[in-house]
């Protein structure tokens, strides 16, 4: 499974959503990503990817675009894998 088949499932796992739905998503614009659904969404990240997001990355996790930069940036997930 790629990092991007990782990242886009635990999406679709915690909040059932399809993959029309991912582009755009943002942090509470769904019932399901309320503040616990945003926690169980970081601690899937973490255990697929084998890291430990900071605080400030975890709040700074406000959509699918920019959680996409964040493990990118700041943790080396390579989506174009």
């Known amino acids: 499974m790629t990092n991007l088949e990782k990242y886009d499932n635990a999406f679709k796992l915690n909040f059932k959503v ?3 739905d991912l582009p755009g998503l943002v942090y509470q614009g769904i019932f399901e990503w309320d ?4 926690m169980d969404l970081m601690a899937d990240f973490e ?7 900071s ?6 996790f406000t ?3 920019k959680g996409k ?3 990118t ?5 390579n989506f174009d894998e």
């Open 55 to 60: 605080t400030k990355d975890v709040l700074d």
């Open 63 to 65: 959509s699918y675009e």
């Open 69 to 71: 930069k964040i493990l």
């Open 35 to 38: 503040s616990v659904g945003h």
């Open 47 to 53: 255990a697929a990817y084998g890291i430990q997001m």
């Open 73 to 77: 940036e700041r943790y080396g997930v």
């Open 18 to 20: 399809s993959d029309e």
